[in-house]
């Protein structure tokens, strides 16, 4: 007597990489919390809008903001990006350091890059001309929160020159 094959059940997809969360993140949002070291000691965090290029961060502060006066004087800074509209609570949390460009070509193309997509259509008002600079964020530290895995965790990775990032042991 010939039994009937019983198929097994697929097996369940692969997770999506910590890489692939991370740049999830980056694309759905497009403003983040930065925190800068005051003179007196005390962080200060504000809100700004941002362009992602990879792990790289572009944005724009005011030439004579406080923010602006902080970066100069370290330019070591922390950012936040996250949120639970759209699911379970996901986000980042970013450690490195943020650079001036004043190359006009870097600022000309920047500026296509954020007129000509669709998406970026919430970044008006857009501040132009000599009173912003464009500043230019590279993480060395990436934190990836994600709750829509249970347990929700935190996973913490190195950046590496590559753009990987290596898991780092808490």
């Avoid at 910590?18 to 983040?32: F, G, Q, W, Y």
């Avoid at 944005?59 to 004087?73: C, E, G, M, T």
């Avoid at 001309?129 to 347990?151: C, E, K, M, N």
Wanted: net charge negative; hydrophobic share 40%; proline share 12%.
């Amino acid at each position: 007597m010939a039994q009937d094959p019983i198929a097994s059940p697929a097996p369940p997809p692969e997770p999506p990489s910590p890489e692939t969360k991370v740049s999830a993140i980056l694309a759905r949002h497009h403003l983040m919390s930065v925190a800068t070291l005051r003179p007196d000691g005390w962080p200060q965090a504000t809100l700004v809008n941002y362009l992602a290029d990879g792990l790289t961060l572009y944005f724009l502060v005011a030439q004579d903001s406080q923010k602006r006066a902080n970066i100069a004087a370290d330019p070591r800074i922390s950012i936040a990006i996250g949120g639970d509209a759209d699911g379970p609570p996901q986000g980042l949390s970013l450690a490195g350091r943020a650079t001036l460009i004043d190359d006009p070509l870097w600022v000309d193309a920047l500026n296509r890059r954020i007129w000509g997509t669709p998406e970026f259509a919430r970044f008006e008002p857009h501040p132009s001309g000599h009173a912003v600079a464009l500043l230019r964020f590279t993480p060395q530290w990436v934190s990836l929160i994600d709750y829509g895995s249970p347990p929700g965790r935190i996973q913490q990775f190195a950046v590496r020159q590559d753009w990987r990032l290596e898991p780092v042991n808490a």
